[in-house]
């Protein structure tokens, strides 16, 4: 065990961090004004996870470092509301907004103006979040809006959910806080979410909304960690907690408690105001970085919302207004379905072209077997297709009034449409694949991502050359690609000299390349360019690869149990030994990562470290030994070359004599360091 007595001052040091932290990533993510580099807040953060890793008892529930998700629970536990949280009626014409200020008027008896907040309604999910003594303690989602799901530890990975409320401004901290507001996805973040689904051929989201509340109902957090989420909020449970006289104040309180407040809510004097205000969001909502489908108008007057009171569901005080939805009607002309990368079959419906939201649209995903049942679809059925924003266009429902008699209904296929083989569907899982690993489609897709930018991103190679070289029976597999000659593809339709020698040259460029680049590129089921420069890290050459065991892989810090079980089937099958064995007889070759550089004068070396060290911090000498080439082990094993004593080294210390491993102490650390350099 570690000595205890410099743990005051760790505390003390702990402390210090989580606060510099809460700054600033309120500075970052709520004002959007930052004080510090990135690479600073990184640097503070790894000190963080560092010190409440060696002192777990130190942990507390309020600290930034609960961003990163925790251990997967079993279940979500209920939780009752308080207060219920309500809906909203909506309004879908002007009118609807003029009557409503009329009902206003008549249930208040009052003919002096009525000030109004409106503000965009976001498509997301609401969350009430509770805090007790300034401590976010619940978090939960409205559920049917008395009780929810209680998903306070994936509410934490938000960074901008503040985990205790801070005073910013001059607002005493209220003993109970209960904040509502809507979690979402931006639509870039939706975007990159989608593309590495695409990557790793896993089914798409339909929409941000889908995919928010997909990463909000995850019972491991670390994987809502790495959505990238983000909270607006709207109000409170109950307004008296704040001491405010009006919504608006209410929403500027939470903006100083650390909350972040949606830009686009306005007070408005009128309602004549408001509708001006709505139609103004109406014309922005296309550039806005988030999906709204409305406006939310509130009464103002928190005098006048508690007494205008509640309806059974919905709040007298307040209204949705709606936009109008991208929607249109067409034909479902026939279903596609096409298979990826590996293996899934994906239904397409084909439709007559239709405009929506200003675009033509003439095919649209239905997902997969599961949501084709759930629509009922059948062929020549009349459909409503829709555009959210700038998402895929997809099949709501079908109109079934209009169904032509005898129509069939869509079914999933049984056999491949491309090899034929039986296709199956794992248990618990949507996606229905061919599991030929021979599957002429698969490969074909393989081939494409290969050389795609996701891949080895191949100058002049793009989906229909490929398709054109299987179909002429040229390339099947990787390897083909590496035996192909320009006399090959010069007298194929499309190609001339000059672009097949061109083609060549690209694909003998890129021979040469990175480990990462190329494990990327060779399509390992769940495996996309953050874990293949994970791996190339760690591992460093091929022939590492397929020595690990599955524990080996999942030894790498950001590699779970399923990539670890895809990693280890993947390189020791015999097949794809036999593709890499063949890769490298044709010239496939890797430049050395920089970091495991055999130049370098740590490389070869492992360091592990105990104790307090003053020179620099953990998370410094860490970045030291791996600039010069040498890995860091987070415990000890057998491949530890070096341990590198602090202040106060602890067991670590005894287990490393026993094993005749070298002992550094901070000084001669410092000394080996300074007297090597990181080279280039
Ligand atoms: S206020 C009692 N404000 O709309 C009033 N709701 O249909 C409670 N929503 O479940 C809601 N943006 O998820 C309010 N600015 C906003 C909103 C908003 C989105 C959602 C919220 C709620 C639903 C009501």
Redesign the pocket.
Known sequence: MDAPDDTEAIRQRLAYLREQLDLHSYRYHVLDDPLIADGEYDQLFRELLALEERYPALRTGDSISQRVGGAPLAAFQSVEHRLP????E?AFTEQELFDFEERLRRFLNLDTPIAYMA????????VELVYHEGQLTVGST?GNGQVGEEITVNLKTIPTIPLRLTVFGDQPLPALLEV???VFLSMRGFAALNEQRARDNEPLFANPRNAAAGALRQLDSRITAQRPLDF?V??VADPAHLAATSHSAVLQKLRQLGFKI?PH?RQCASMVAVVEHFHELGRLRSTLPYD?DGV?V?VDDLDLQRRLG?KAR??RW?M?AKFAASQATTVLRDVEFGVGRTGAVTPVALLDPVVVGGVTVSRATLHNEDEVRRKDLHLGDTVLVQRAGDVIPEVVKAISENRPANARPVRMPVSCPECDSPLSRAAGEAVTRCLNPHCPAQRLQGLIHFVGKAGMDIDGLGKASLEQLAAAGLVNDIPDLYTLTAEQLQPLEGWGAKSAENAIAAISKSKQTTLAKFLAAIGIRHVGEVTAALLEQRFGTLAALQAASEADFLEVEGIGEQVADSLFRFFTDDTVRAVLTRLVELGLAFTPPRQVAAGLPLAGRVFLFTGTLSACSRSEAKAMVKTRGGQVASAMNKKVTDLVCGEAAGSKLKQAEELGIRILGEAEFQELVQGTSSGG
């Open positions: 949280m309500l809906s909203l909506n503000e965009p309604k976001l498509d997301g999910l609401a409205r509502r507001g809507e607006f709207y109000g949606n809510a709204i939310v509130k509640n919905s709040p307040a949705a």
